[in-house]
């Protein structure tokens, strides 16, 4: 739905666009623009799952570097303020050595040992408006509007209750909508060089499904043809999302720091 909604909007941003009404924006910006690339990132993965016998804890796990695709664009409406969409999916399995005991009291405790299975996906999608600072070479940028995530986490481990021993498997998810603020800085070298640095922050305090999702990335920007150019860039994203349940279970955790460079094809017009 969202993706929907997002599209129709850039396709009007893109027919303002074509207007020859508007004046030349700073040559820091495009009228329109999509990237399409990959993330390349060493994620620390920590996730806790509620079970109706306690709380099992994974601790810091490293699955190991990955690349991830993801989507930008970007339309300017009028010189100086414009829409920006961003998607990105993170999908991770860990199959590893946990150890975790938790005592929940006098009716035991919940041990964990040996091999276990750990699945994480995030299906993340944004959508704001910007309001763009100056007209030189040098613009600065404000950004709200809401974001749309989505996560699943399951588990299957060797787990002991009480000294019975058997195969534990819980698995969680949700989907939520939640305000973003974003800044955002755009120098051009030259029309075909340019800088940029961005952070954003999603965060929702309150509802079954709430956390946040902080972001920051730098890089630069080369276009050996007019319209057609690389990005490199280098970031890093922390999320850390919390599922409540029902009062009889505890709640479940997913916290996913991702740190490394990526790189797109940039299309401009």
């Not at 599209?7 to 004046?23: D, E």
């Amino acid at each position: 739905m969202l993706l929907r909604h997002s599209g129709a909007l850039l396709g009007a941003g893109l027919l303002l666009a074509a207007s020859p009404a508007f004046a030349d924006p700073s040559p820091a910006l495009d009228r329109f623009s999509f990237s399409v690339g990959a993330f390349n990132s060493d994620p620390k993965l920590n996730a806790s799952f509620g079970t109706a016998y306690g709380t099992l804890q994974t601790g810091d796990i490293k699955p190991g570097r990955f690349t991830m695709p993801r989507i930008t664009a970007d339309v300017l409406l009028g010189d100086s303020q414009g829409i920006s969409f961003d998607y990105y999916q993170y999908k991770r399995d860990y199959s590893g050595g946990i150890a975790n005991n938790t005592s929940f009291g006098s009716f035991g405790t919940l041990s964990t040992f040996g091999s276990a299975n750990v699945n994480t996906k995030l299906d993340f999608a944004r959508l704001s408006y910007k309001w763009w600072l100056g007209s030189g070479n040098t613009v600065f940028g404000l950004g709200a509007g809401a974001a749309y995530y989505r996560a699943t986490l399951g588990v299957t481990a060797l787990a002991a209750v009480n000294g019975q021993v058997g195969t534990l498997s819980e698995s969680s998810s949700g989907s939520a909508v939640a305000p973003m603020l974003e800044l955002g800085v755009r120098h051009a070298i030259t029309p075909d060089l340019r800088l940029f640095a961005d952070a954003s922050g999603v965060w929702k305090s309150s509802g079954r499904f709430h956390g946040n999702i902080y972001n920051a990335s730098a890089g630069v920007e080369w276009f050996p043809i007019k319209n057609v150019g690389v990005v490199l860039a280098y970031g890093v994203t922390n999320i850390d999302l919390t599922r409540e349940n029902n009062s009889f279970v505890d709640s479940s955790r997913l916290k996913v720091r991702l740190q490394g460079p990526s790189a797109f094809l940039k299309a401009r017009f």
